[in-house]
């Protein structure tokens, strides 16, 4: 069986988002910055010629978020780690277009009844709510390439013929369906799952999904389904194949697990429309207007909205030009949605399935799951407004990197990483290889960016994690493991501020070969921590290689190692801090 065969094979093999290859380059390179070559036991990837590695653009995608209610720190999250990949694919292969999709679901009896509590028309809460999603992308400086809403006439467009499609090839059939439906999650739910609980402060009884905790009525309708249990099969080789395009490995082998168990209603023929009597706010059926597109059929839809779908001429993106999705970043409580049902309607409609599922996971806040009722949602503009943007970012995806399991969003860990990691490692060490007392000890300017002829003993320890960062970063990223790229960083960073204090430069009996060692080496793990570090803080890297004189022709991936900084160019003394302070008070106050 699938589960089987995924448990007993060897990890999967690291991949490479995409292939940048250097050669003139690094030749270049090292015509304008001579280095010394140290051996490492590494293998890196194959490098040649530069040249356009593919015609198909790398296309990553976030999941669309429902405009009931303003967005919150969860779904800062899924974008900017959607935005981080697609940065990093257009770092590591310049000459290949990146597509970011990110957007707004905006059909659904959820969204109906919201609108009616408010006394409002679906459209006029979708408008609203659909701007403060693209307020929250501009905030945070996510590079999208396009913000689609599920409103638009090109989605329904789409919808309409993947609908025409399945039907002509036999994939949908009317029926009768009752069940317990949840609202709030717009999907129907197991009776296994089901519970009647009590309101803790009220003392109502109701009943509820024991997974989310939801509440769930009671619905029957006539509706058209689709034959989802036709493509199990498939679907299961497609999970437990050596690609691995669910990730993490957890979720995969767990989803495997539960749609191999007796009981899983997992694989069940889907109900994909709704009475139009109970639910107007949607796409209409085609050909019957009695009937409304179930909304998570009509969201799932949008990626290949984005990507020109149905390609009958004429649209932005011909076939194969964007599609299929390289990776697709979802929460890990929509995965069924995103690895069973949209590559299930893929499968029927013969197109490409996505490469790669990241599932992450939810947001806590000091251990508790974020609620309105408990007053414990984090705001993030907010946030970006009083740490910054760029430390938000770095914050988000240091420690929600880890998409295994749950993040907690705390003000004192922000605190801490601030302090400990952004001003006291980068900040520190920025401020110690940059000070004029120390600079101007230098024999010659064109030290702080000429590879030292002989190594120490005291230099060996960082020279390795120097020489090993690039690849030990791209690996980590390719497996998704972005927390440990984030940690390999800071932990040559760490070492990089102990190689100063080690040698002290600024002591009167320093040598000249102490003082050319610190400030060259502190200089080039700050120089390639910021070319590294572009997709997760763009604002701030630059800011870096600015205050360190790199030339902007420099800061690309091909000058990522070791000594391929070029000559700097001069600097005037500057009072600017990269990571200034911020009052502790002010910040508990508003996080």
Same mark, same amino acid.
């Not at 002290?504 to 000249?512: E, I, K, Q, R």
């Given at each position: 069986?699938?589960?089987?065969?995924?448990?007993?094979?060897?990890?999967?093999?690291?991949?490479?988002?995409?292939?940048?290859?250097?050669?003139?380059?690094?030749?270049?390179?090292?015509?304008?910055?001579?280095?010394?070559?140290?051996?490492?036991?590494?293998?890196?990837?194959?490098?040649?010629?530069?040249?356009?590695?593919?015609?198909?653009?790398?296309?990553?995608?976030?999941?669309?978020?429902?405009?009931?209610?303003?967005?919150?720190?969860?779904?800062?999250?899924?974008?900017?780690?959607?935005?981080?990949?697609?940065?990093?694919?257009?770092?590591?292969?310049?000459?290949?277009?990146?597509?970011?999709c990110?957007?707004?679901?905006?059909?659904?009896?959820?969204?109906?009844?919201?609108?009616?509590?408010?006394?409002?028309?679906?459209?006029?809460?979708?408008?609203?709510?659909?701007?403060?999603? !693209?307020?929250? $992308? /501009? $905030?945070?400086?996510?590079?999208?390439?396009?913000?689609? /809403?599920?409103?638009?006439?090109?989605?329904r467009?789409?919808?309409?013929h993947?609908?025409?499609?399945?039907?002509?090839?036999?994939?949908?059939?009317?029926?009768?369906?009752?069940?317990?439906?949840a609202?709030?999650?717009?999907?129907?739910?197991?009776?296994?799952?089901?519970?009647e609980?009590?309101?803790?402060?009220?003392?109502?009884?109701?009943?509820?999904?024991?997974?989310?905790?939801?509440?769930?009525?009671?619905?029957?309708?006539?509706?058209?389904?689709? /034959?989802?249990?036709?493509f199990?099969?498939?679907?299961?080789?497609?999970?437990?194949?050596?690609?691995?395009?669910?990730?993490?490995?957890?979720?995969?082998?767990?989803?495997?697990?539960?749609?191999?168990?007796?009981?899983?209603?997992?694989?069940?023929?889907?109900?994909?429309?709704?009475?139009?009597?109970?639910?107007?706010?949607?796409?209409?059926?085609?050909?019957?207007?009695?009937?409304?597109i179930?909304?998570?059929?009509?969201?799932?839809?949008?990626?290949?909205?984005?990507?020109?779908?149905?390609?009958?001429?004429?649209?932005?993106?011909?076939?194969?030009?964007?599609?299929?999705?390289?990776?697709?970043?979802?929460?890990?409580?929509?995965?069924?949605?995103?690895?069973?049902?949209?590559?299930?309607?893929?499968?029927?409609?013969?197109?490409?399935?996505?490469?790669?599922?990241?599932?992450?996971?939810?947001?806590?806040?000091?251990?508790?799951?974020?609620?309105?009722?408990?007053?414990?949602?984090?705001?993030?503009?907010?946030?970006?407004?009083?740490?910054?943007?760029?430390?938000?970012?770095?914050?988000?995806?240091?420690?929600?990197?880890?998409?295994?399991?749950? =993040?907690?969003?705390?003000?004192?860990?922000?605190?801490?990483?601030?302090? !400990?990691d952004l =001003?006291?490692q980068?900040?520190?060490?920025?401020?110690?290889?940059?000070?004029?007392?120390?600079t101007?000890? %230098?024999?010659?300017?064109?030290?702080?960016?000429?590879?030292?002829?002989?190594?120490?003993?005291?230099d060996?320890? %960082?020279?390795?994690?120097?020489?090993?960062?690039?690849?030990?970063?791209?690996?980590?990223?390719?497996?998704?493991?972005?927390?440990?790229?984030?940690?390999?960083?800071?932990?040559?960073?760490?070492?990089?501020?102990?190689?100063?204090?080690?040698l002290?430069?600024?002591?009167?009996?320093?040598?000249?070969s102490?003082?050319?060692?610190?400030l060259?080496?502190?200089?080039?793990?700050?120089?390639?921590?910021?070319?590294?570090l572009?997709?997760?803080?763009?604002?701030? =890297?630059a800011?870096?290689?600015?205050?360190?004189?790199?030339?902007?022709?420099?800061w690309?991936? =091909?000058?990522?190692?070791?000594?391929?900084?070029?000559?700097?160019?001069?600097?005037?003394?500057?009072?600017?801090?990269?990571?200034?302070?911020?009052?502790?008070a002010?910040?508990?106050?508003?996080?």
């Open positions: 069986m699938a589960l089987r065969a995924l448990a007993s094979r060897l990890p999967p093999e690291l991949v490479a988002l995409t292939r940048q290859h250097l050669g003139s380059a690094a030749a270049a390179a090292a015509a304008v910055a001579p280095r010394r070559s140290f051996a490492t036991s590494r293998t890196v990837w194959n490098e040649q010629v530069s040249t356009k590695t593919t015609d198909k653009s790398y296309y990553a995608t976030t999941p669309i978020f429902y405009v009931n209610a303003d967005p919150h720190i969860g779904h800062l999250h899924s974008t900017l780690l959607a935005d981080v990949y697609t940065r990093f694919a257009r770092l590591r292969d310049p000459q290949r277009a990146a597509v970011m990110t957007g707004t679901d905006e059909h659904g009896l959820k969204i109906q009844r919201v609108a009616e509590a408010k006394g409002i028309a679906p459209k006029q809460l979708c408008d609203n709510v659909s701007e403060r999603f !693209k307020d929250l $992308a /501009r $905030a945070a400086n996510i590079d999208y390439t396009y913000f689609i /809403r599920t409103t638009e006439d090109r989605h467009v789409a919808v309409e993947v609908w025409r499609e399945l039907e002509r090839r036999g994939h949908i059939y009317k029926s009768s369906y009752s069940g317990w439906y609202v709030s999650d717009e999907a129907y739910v197991p009776e296994s799952q089901v519970a609980v009590i309101d803790e402060k009220s003392g109502e009884k109701y009943t509820a999904c024991t997974e989310t905790g939801t509440r769930v009525e009671w619905m029957q309708e006539e509706n058209y389904k689709f /034959r989802l249990s036709a199990r099969e498939q679907l299961l080789r497609w999970l437990g194949s050596s690609s691995s395009p669910v990730q993490p490995l957890s979720r995969s082998t767990a989803l495997l697990a539960a749609l191999e168990h007796p009981l899983s209603t997992d694989l069940n023929d889907l109900s994909i429309s709704r009475p139009t009597s109970r639910l107007s706010w949607g796409i209409r059926v085609p050909d019957d207007p009695e009937h409304t179930y909304v998570w059929i009509d969201a799932l839809v949008n990626y290949l909205t984005i990507a020109g779908y149905p390609w009958k001429g004429g649209e932005e993106f011909a076939q194969g030009q964007v599609w299929p999705p390289d990776l697709q970043v979802v929460g890990k409580d929509i995965i069924r949605f995103h690895a069973l049902y949209l590559p299930a309607i893929l499968i029927a409609l013969d197109l490409p399935l996505p490469k790669h599922i990241l599932t992450h996971g939810h947001w806590t806040m000091d251990r508790f799951k974020m609620s309105k009722s408990r007053g414990n949602v984090a705001n993030p503009f907010e946030a970006m407004e009083l740490w910054g943007v760029d430390a938000m970012r770095m914050y988000l995806m240091r420690v929600g990197g880890n998409s295994g399991g749950d =993040a907690d969003y705390s003000a004192a860990e922000i605190e801490r990483f601030y302090r !400990k =001003a006291g980068m900040g520190n060490l920025l401020n110690r290889v940059t000070t004029k007392k120390l101007k000890k %230098l024999e010659s300017a064109d030290l702080m960016h000429t590879m030292p002829s002989q190594l120490e003993d005291a060996k320890t %960082l020279v390795k994690l120097l020489e090993d960062l690039p690849a030990t970063f791209e690996e980590q990223l390719s497996a998704f493991e972005i927390h440990k790229a984030l940690a390999a960083v800071f932990d040559a960073l760490a070492e990089a501020n102990r190689h100063v204090q080690q002290s430069p600024w002591l009167a009996t320093a040598s000249p102490d003082v050319h060692r610190a060259f080496f502190g200089s080039e793990s700050l120089r390639m921590a910021a070319v590294l572009q997709p997760f803080m763009p604002t701030k =890297a800011q870096l290689l600015e205050m360190l004189g790199v030339p902007a022709e420099r690309s991936w =091909a000058h990522r190692r070791l000594g391929e900084g070029g000559v700097r160019t001069a600097r005037l003394p500057t009072k600017e801090h990269l990571w200034p302070s911020i009052i502790v002010e910040a508990a106050a508003q996080t």
